[in-house]
Every structure is written in C-alpha cells, then in structure tokens.
C-alpha cells in the first residue's frame, strides 16, 4: 500500500499575498526559519495566464539541426549500450562514434519532414510557462493567526 497525501483543504486563511512566487517562497522560508510547522501552509498562485515567449524563426534547416542534436543524443546513447558488449576498445569507439553518426542522420531527416509536414502552421520557436498575478500563502485555520503574526514581522524587517 502506498502512503498518500491528504487532499488539500481549500478553506484555509490568506495569511500573507505577494506579487511574486519568489516573495511568497521567502514567506514561507521565514517561517520555517522560525519554527513553524510549514506543513500547514501552501503557496497559491491565483490569476493565471500562459506567457508564450517566441525565441525565432524556425526554418527547415533549424529544424533538421535541431533533430541532428536530439537525433545524436540517441545514438549516443544507443551505442553507448551497444558499446558493453563490443570485443575490443576501438571497435567499441567504432561502435560508438557510428551510433552518434547514425542518430544525427536519422534526426536530422525526422526533423526537416516533421517540419516540412506542417505547411507552415508554425514557422518559430518558443518557451511557455505559466505565471501567477499573485501569490497567496494560506495555512490551516487552528495556526492562521500565528503565521499571519510572524509574517507581519517579517513585512517589518524588509521595509
């Protein structure tokens, strides 16, 4: 049987809210800093929104480039296994060095078809990643008071 963690209680008090996750994190640092049972809290981020940020353009040949690398990682790995029961060293290296070969080849053609089959649709790079409008720390209603006291102290010590 494995151990599970208890649902998370959603009725719990706002004891502290911050503009960012690194000032909620700091929060609840302080507080474990203090000896209190961090356990308890939770961080909250409310207001969500997906930030997709565009790197560049993605042309065929990027494209083939960048599935040479991924396809090369393969092979390297491919051939590092393959390499364990090779006989002698340089065939190993052999071995080795032809995996890597053949997995950039192979990713490099996987990946200008891959991207050759979209039309266009998306012609470009980019990294997404989720971001909070605030942060709430909460804690549970028998120590809310508590922590909302240590933080209020902890509001003073920055300003």
């Known amino acids: 049987m494995t151990d599970q ?13 911050y503009p960012t996750y690194e000032g909620a994190q700091r929060a ?7 000896g209190f049972p961090v356990e308890r809290t939770a961080i909250i981020g409310s207001d969500l929104r997906m930030v997709e940020t565009v790197l560049g353009r993605l ?11 991924s396809g090369a990682w393969f092979g390297l790995l491919i051939g590092l296994l393959l390499s364990l ?15 890597l070969a053949y997995g950039a080849g192979f990713g490099a053609v996987f990946g200008f078809i891959g ?3 979209t039309g266009g649709r998306r012609d ?10 605030r ?3 909460v804690a549970d209603p028998d120590v809310a008071d508590e922590a ?3 933080l209020i102290k902890l509001a003073w010590r920055e300003s």
């Open 5 to 17: 963690l208890p649902p998370p209680n959603l009725d719990r008090p706002v004891v502290g809210s």
């Open 28 to 34: 609840v640092d302080f507080l474990s800093d203090n």
């Open 59 to 69: 042309t065929r040949g990027r494209a083939a480039l960048a599935g040479a690398g």
């Open 85 to 99: 029961f090779a006989r002698g060293s340089s065939s190993a290296l052999a071995l080795l060095l032809s995996a």
């Open 115 to 117: 991207h050759a089959l």
């Open 124 to 133: 470009f790079t980019s990294r997404s990643q989720i971001i909070a409008g």
């Open 135 to 137: 942060y709430d720390v």
């Open 148 to 150: 909302k006291n240590r």
